[in-house]
């Protein structure tokens, strides 16, 4: 497995933007799937974005089609989410996960066998 460190979070106006980053431990970073899901409290956690490990395919919720970018450089064990023109109801806490198994798209928590501890993401109207 992989460990996974998430930053980036934070408070931010609507229409603005973060880039969240996870850095990743472990040997098979360059050969996992790579995952962003988020979560608000009471609901259950929902998938936001996925990238297959050589980075050339990508496949995004359609509430965040067009807005969200998910990228990663193998060289650094880092994947990123680069968000844009924020909303409201982007607001939650994100979470990155990472599979070493090939199932594609993988838009499910139980597609993915490693997880960070989360980032906090607040988007103020």
């Known amino acids: 497995q992989v460990q996974l460190v998430e930053s980036g979070g934070g408070l931010v106006q609507a229409g603005g933007s973060l880039r969240l980053s996870c850095a990743a431990s472990g040997r098979t970073f360059s050969g996992s799937v790579m995952g962003w899901f988020r979560q608000d409290p009471g609901k259950e956690r929902e998938f936001v974005a996925a990238?297959?490990?050589?980075?050339?395919?990508?496949n995004y919720a359609e509430s965040v089609k067009g807005r969200f970018t998910i990228s990663r450089d193998n060289a650094k064990n880092t994947a990123y989410l680069q968000m844009n023109s924020l909303k409201p109801e982007d607001t939650a806490v994100y979470y990155c996960a990472a599979d070493a198994r090939f199932y594609w798209p993988p838009r499910k928590v139980s597609d993915f066998s490693s997880w960070g501890q989360g980032t906090q993401v607040t988007v103020s109207s």
């Open positions: 990238i297959t490990s050589n980075g050339a395919v990508t």
